[in-house]
């Protein structure tokens, strides 16, 4: 009798806990929870950090579910889900997945941008996910102390990357400016996140991926040396500050010793084709001995040997053909450097 009463007592109890009516909101909450109970992940993830936040509330304001309840909800989902024939893109980050394949490239850009300027989702994520290149310009352009907030929010690797691309005198202002961020409120940083992702989708989109003297030095870095001469020589007269900072762009056989790491070297010879790499050796000899020098020496006493008795035996090749040679080497090492295996030593200005 007493245990029949208790049991009565505790539906009455349930009965008492569990809302009369429910918002469809609620009842998502009610779904979700009954889903992660058996293990079934209902891709939350999918969902914006706002909406994520709104279905944590209503579900931590429940309380318990009666079973007469849950049954019903679990009914009016499935009905739902039968009456359901197609489920379309709720923004347009989902549409633009879809329809990425099948639309220019302009229009992809274009659509992309007004998705991301009406996106509700915190700006830092959408920030952090950017290439360095986009937000390489930020820390010339902007004060130290905002410099200082967008590397906090950026993780580690990429920070410290985008850092030590920066002249020392300027990466050292903006490293003792995040000394200065511990007094930054949560609203502050946000409105900064906002204002910095909205003026780097604004900017207007860029024909070539590269700057100028990036283009330029990479031309200059393909051709002969007196072809090359020539082209700076030129810019020298039309415009001197272009012509330093393609000049500081260029990277030759001869820059080799200034440009390249010693313990570099054996990766470099491992890239290289046997007969190309003797050849460019040989040009080298005449052109560029000090170059020559600094890659037999960081490399294995038995290759550097043989190498250079290969080089020496050869005899100097014909112009074009010393040229070609020691452009594959320059090649090789840009290669090297492009896919993270190398990394060039930056010359002081």
Not at 142 to 157: D, G, T
Request: hydrophobic share 50%; with cysteine; proline share 5%.
């Amino acid at each position: 009798m007493l245990e029949s009463f208790a049991a009565e007592d505790a539906i009455a109890h349930m009965r008492d806990i569990t809302p009369d009516h429910l918002t469809r909101r609620q009842k998502a909450a009610v779904i979700v929870r009954l889903l992660l109970s058996q293990g079934v992940s209902p891709g939350l993830d999918k969902l914006t950090p706002a909406q994520q936040g709104t279905l944590a509330r209503a579900m931590s304001g429940l309380g318990q579910i009666d079973r007469a309840t849950l049954a019903s909800i679990v009914t009016e989902f499935t009905d739902a889900l039968d009456r359901l024939a197609l489920t379309m893109p709720r923004g347009m980050h989902d549409v633009l997945e879809i329809l990425d394949p099948y639309i220019s490239a302009q229009a992809r850009d274009g659509l992309k941008a007004e998705a991301e300027i009406g996106d509700g989702t915190d700006p830092w994520l959408r920030l952090a996910a950017m290439e360095p290149a986009l937000l390489r310009p930020i820390l010339d352009e902007e004060s130290a102390e905002i410099c200082a907030i967008l590397l906090s929010k950026l993780s580690v690797a990429k920070a410290a990357s985008l850092l030590s691309d920066l002249p020392p005198a300027r990466a050292e202002l903006i490293a003792h400016a995040v000394a200065l961020t511990e007094t930054v409120t949560p609203d502050t940083t946000l409105r900064i996140g906002e204002q910095l992702h909205a003026q780097i989708v604004a900017a207007p989109k860029r024909a070539f991926r590269t700057d100028p003297v990036t283009r330029v030095g990479a031309i200059l870095n393909a051709v002969g040396s007196a072809a090359r001469d020539a082209v700076l020589d030129g810019l020298d007269s039309r415009d001197a500050d272009f012509a330093i900072r393609v000049r500081r762009a260029i990277f030759t056989f001869e820059h080799i010793p200034r440009r390249v790491s010693a313990a570099d070297v054996p990766r470099i010879a491992a890239a290289m084709d046997g007969a190309t790499f003797a050849t460019a050796l040989a040009a080298g000899l005449v052109k560029a001995p000090l170059s020559v020098e600094f890659l037999l020496e960081n490399m294995s006493k038995r290759m550097a040997e043989q190498l250079r008795d290969q080089a020496e035996s050869a005899g100097t090749p014909r112009d074009d053909v010393g040229e070609a040679a020691m452009a594959s080497v320059v090649a090789a090492i840009r290669g090297l450097e492009e896919n993270g295996e190398i990394s060039l030593i930056i010359e002081d200005e």
